[in-house]
Structure formats: structure tokens, C-alpha cells
């Protein structure tokens, strides 16, 4: 009987559960999307046990689809939506208040007060973040300041913190473990990413008892075994974790110094290798740990971009230009530039390098020649505008100049997007086989675990290209671009 590995990847919009083989080819995909609450503008979040239900859905749906019985899945990885906050009774499992997502805004108030007792550097240095409503740390408070009692019950051992990795662990390992990754936990805004602890100094701070938080472990390990009763009966191995950011660079093999991938999903997130080193920003790029594996933990630089494929959803859903995101490429092509139009879907603030959360959308350069096809081109155009930014700094701040980004996610099947993102980076960018690289990075690090792969050299073998866009655009012209787009964000963020 064939052996696979079993991936869930929980994402911001939807679950998916893919089953791998031994080469790293997708055997089958299940997927299923949940409920996205907004109580207030600006605010999002999520019903924990939705989403535990949409895990389970997608696993018996994966399995009976393609008929592979639950005692041929090898090993369990798991890859999550980062920083998203739960807080849950551990005696019950009952959640004491819906799941905080990252994009979700509802502690800026704190942040800012964070802020301006002058805190930033002290938070910088040891988590390698910046003091922002993105980060799990200023959730967690929220949530124990908000509902009746929790900071007294957390003190007391009676509420688990975790992200959303912490919580599918404890669910399908019948709540037995209470842990996370490294990955995970350096998005916490809690975790010294140079000690490897949890930091006292930072939770004392944040008023967060250290009592509610999981053991922090490696990426790639057994952390627990299924509870049979969720499982069809079967004990199988929860082998890996990582943040889905961390697990797409890891399935994307990008294992050495200096290699690099951009994930064009909801939003858009770059992460640079670094190896051991974690080096310091000085333009507004995080530095995170990429993965705790083989006895050490490796770092990685990362820009974080927040609308990128969710603005194409906005010309679909709220505009309603598209009928669906497929269609924006040929929208895209039937005219030969957006005539001067920029679009900066700072929907949510901007993220990297400009960490402004007050900035709002904009758009540029309108005239009554102005079509639906410029437009639309110029909200594809963005989001590469969007990537240029942040590759800038990265090369900055590392000292190293890219000579190719592997790209992944929902968005890269446009080939629109994917030609301008070279033109516009004067480097190739390469879109490989397997586009679902966040998944079959969490099957790799969890196969890594059981010795269903042996090492990162065969892994590093299996990467496959399926299309690579080389620059063909002039040098004046790029520039010229570029400069109108750096006008646009400006001109949006002194518009407040
Ligand atoms: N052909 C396309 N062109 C542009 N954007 C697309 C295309 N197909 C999907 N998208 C965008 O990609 C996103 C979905 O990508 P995915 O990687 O599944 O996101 P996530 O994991 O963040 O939910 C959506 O926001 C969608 O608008
Ligand atoms: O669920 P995604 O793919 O939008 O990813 C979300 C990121 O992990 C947020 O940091």
C-alpha cells in the first residue's frame, strides 16, 4: 500500500488538505472556506471551532476522494495563517472569544500607547518585529482586557494560548499537546528570537501570564500522535509545523543564504534565507525565524505586504469589474499601459517598508480616457509595484542582490502580473510546478520527521520549474514607472 504525507494548510480564507507523494507531486487537494466576521471596520476575526470543523471536513473529504485509507498517511504537517490569536478553556477546549486574525486592526490602540511609552526598540531587538496590531502579542492582551476574568484564569493555568497551529495540534491530538514552532513563535511579538524563550521583560509588559503559553519546538518533529477519534481510528504522527510564510520557503527549497520567494495570495510576503544569522533591518523588513530544524534554528528577512491578491477580489466582489480573478489578465492586455493611472490599495495601512497604518486606498492619474481595462491593469500593476518596494529594501539590508525570485500562490497564474513583476525587478522570476509550495512545505518538514524524505538535498532535487519571465522592459522606461509610483504612495500617505 502507498505511504503519503498528509498537509493541512489553514489559511486566512479557507482550509485545504493535500496529499503528497514520495516526490512531492499533489496527489489530491480538498479545500473548504469559513465565515469572515467583521464586528467593527477595521476589525476581523474568526470562529475557532469553524475552523477546527473546516480541518476535519477537508481531511475525510481528501481521503475518500482519492481513496487512500487513513493507515497510508505517513505523517501530518501543519502550515497555518500567521499571528491569528486564539484563547481557549482547557478543561472545556471551548474558545473564550472568536480568533483575532492578523489583519485585523482592534489593538492599534494599544499599540500606540506601546508606542509612545517609547517600548518599539526594546521590541525590535529581542523579537526582531515591530510594535504592530498585526502581531499575536497585542491580541492576546486585548482578549484577556476584554473577557470578564481571563487574566485572573490565565494566571491561574486555566487558559491556553495559541496560534492557529498551537490550536490544531491540541484539537486533532485529543488536547494532549500544548506547542508550536519556532517559526510560529517568532511572530508572537512575545518570543527572543536570539535566546529561544519566551521573554519575561515582554510578557510583564503586555500583562500576558507566561502560564498560557505553549512549548516552543522544532519545525520538523513528532510532537504527538492523532487521537484516534479524529482520525478514523488511527494514530498518525503530527510530525511538522511552520507559519505558512516559513513553510512556502522551505517548499520552495530555498535552503541556502540569499535565495528568496515572494507568496502572491491575500497579501503578499517575501521571505529572504538568511541562515543563522538574524540580521537587523534598518528599512521596516522583519526578521523572523524561517525554521528550527537539524538541532538549530535558521532566520529569514521578511517583507510583508497586505492587500495583494484581496484587491483583485475587491475589482471582483466590490466593484464588480471581473467576474471572477482569472479574468483581470486579459482585461490587462488589451491595453498597452494604464496611461499613467496608479492604484494603492492601502486598504488596511501599508505594511513594509513604510509600516503606516492610517494611510488609506488611492488612485492617480484618472482622465476622461480613462477604461475599466486601465484600471484593472493598474490594480495588477500594484501589486508588483507593491514587491519592487520591498525587494529594494531587502537587498539593502542584506547586502545581497537577487539574481532569481521564485514566486507561488493564487496570483501567479496570471502571466500578466508575473512578465510586469520581472520587467519591473530586472530579474527573472520563476514559477515552479508545484504552486501549492506553503502545503508541500509543511508535508516536507513533517516528512522529514518520519523519514519519508531523508534530507534537504533530495528535497532541494524535486523542485520543478514550470515557467520562468525573463526582463525584457528598458531601463528609462522602469524608472520612469517606478518614479510615479513612489509619487502615488506618497501623495496617498500625506492624504490623511
Ligand atoms: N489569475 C489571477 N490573477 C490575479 N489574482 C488572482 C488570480 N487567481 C487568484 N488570484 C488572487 O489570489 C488570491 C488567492 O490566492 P491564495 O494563494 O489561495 O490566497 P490565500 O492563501 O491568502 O487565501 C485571491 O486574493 C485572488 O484574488
Ligand atoms: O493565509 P494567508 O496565505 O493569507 O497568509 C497569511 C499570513 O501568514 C499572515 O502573516
Not at 364 to 388: D, M, N, V, W
Not at 476 to 490: E, I, N, P, Q, S
Request: aromatic residues 10%; contains cysteine; negative net charge.
Amino acid at each position: 500500500m502507498n505511504q503519503y504525507m498528509l498537509a493541512i494548510d489553514q489559511g486566512t480564507t479557507s482550509s485545504r488538505a493535500i496529499l503528497f507523494n514520495q516526490k512531492g507531486e499533489i496527489v489530491h487537494m480538498a479545500q473548504k472556506e469559513f465565515t469572515q466576521y467583521f464586528p467593527q471596520p477595521g476589525w476581523v476575526e474568526h470562529n475557532a471551532n469553524e475552523i477546527w470543523g473546516s480541518v476535519l471536513a477537508v481531511i475525510a473529504s481528501v481521503l475518500s476522494e482519492a481513496q487512500v485509507k487513513p493507515e497510508q498517511v505517513a505523517g501530518i504537517g501543519i502550515t497555518n495563517q500567521r499571528e491569528t490569536t486564539v484563547v481557549w478553556e482547557k478543561d472545556t477546549g471551548n474558545p473564550i472569544y472568536n480568533a483575532i486574525v492578523w489583519q485585523s486592526r482592534q489593538t492599534a490602540g494599544i499599540c500606540d500607547e506601546l508606542k509612545a511609552k517609547g517600548y518599539d526598540p526594546l521590541f525590535r531587538k529581542k523579537t526582531g518585529l515591530l510594535i504592530d496590531a498585526y502581531f499575536s502579542g497585542t491580541k492576546v492582551k486585548w482578549i484577556l482586557d476584554h473577557v470578564d476574568g481571563a487574566r485572573e484564569r490565565a494566571e491561574r493555568g486555566e487558559l491556553l494560548f495559541g496560534t492557529i497551529d498551537t490550536w490544531l495540534i491540541w484539537k486533532l491530538s485529543g488536547g494532549r499537546v500544548h506547542v508550536t514552532d519556532y517559526s510560529n513563535a517568532s511572530r508572537t511579538l512575545m518570543f527572543n528570537i536570539h535566546t529561544l524563550e519566551w521573554d519575561d521583560e515582554l510578557l510583564d509588559i503586555l500583562g500576558v501570564p507566561k502560564a498560557m503559553l505553549p512549548e516552543v519546538r522544532p519545525s520538523s518533529e513528532v510532537y504527538a500522535k492523532t487521537a484516534p477519534y479524529h482520525f478514523f481510528g488511527v494514530e498518525v504522527p503530527i510530525a511538522g509545523a511552520a507559519g505558512d510564510q516559513q513553510a512556502a520557503l522551505f517548499g520552495q527549497a530555498c535552503f541556502t543564504e540569499g535565495m528568496a520567494k515572494n507568496t502572491y495570495g491575500t497579501g503578499c510576503f517575501m521571505l529572504m534565507n538568511t541562515g543563522e544569522k538574524a540580521v537587523a533591518s534598518k528599512h521596516g523588513l522583519l526578521t523572523t525565524i524561517a525554521w528550527g530544524i537539524d538541532g538549530k534554528v535558521e532566520y529569514a528577512l521578511e517583507g510583508s505586504i497586505f492587500v495583494a491578491g484581496s484587491a483583485i477580489q475587491w475589482l471582483r466582489d466590490g466593484l464588480r469589474m471581473i467576474k471572477t480573478a482569472a479574468d483581470s489578465e486579459a482585461y490587462a492586455e488589451k491595453v498597452e499601459s494604464t496611461d499613467g493611472v496608479y492604484v494603492v490599495p492601502a486598504f488596511i495601512g501599508l505594511g513594509t517598508p513604510y509600516w503606516d497604518s492610517e494611510v488609506r486606498g488611492a488612485v492617480f492619474g484618472l482622465t476622461r480616457g480613462t477604461t475599466k481595462e486601465h484600471f484593472i491593469r493598474a490594480t495588477l500593476e500594484s501589486l508588483a509595484y507593491q514587491t519592487k518596494d520591498v525587494l529594494a529594501v531587502m537587498e539593502a539590508d542584506s547586502g545581497i542582490s537577487l539574481t532569481t525570485l521564485r514566486v507561488d500562490g493564487g496570483a501567479v497564474k496570471n502571466n500578466f502580473l508575473m512578465q510586469f513583476q520581472s520587467d519591473l525587478l530586472a530579474v527573472p522570476v520563476e514559477r515552479p510546478v508545484v504552486n501549492e509550495t506553503t502545503a508541500l512545505g509543511a508535508a516536507y518538514l513533517a516528512g522529514l520527521a518520519v523519514g519519508y524524505w531523508n534530507s534537504r538535498d533530495d528535497i532541494a532535487a524535486q523542485w520543478q520549474l514550470e515557467r520562468r519571465f525573463e526582463p525584457k522592459m528598458d531601463d528609462d522606461k522602469r524608472t520612469m514607472l517606478y518614479d510615479g509610483w513612489k509619487k502615488a504612495v506618497r501623495a496617498a500617505m500625506a492624504f490623511k
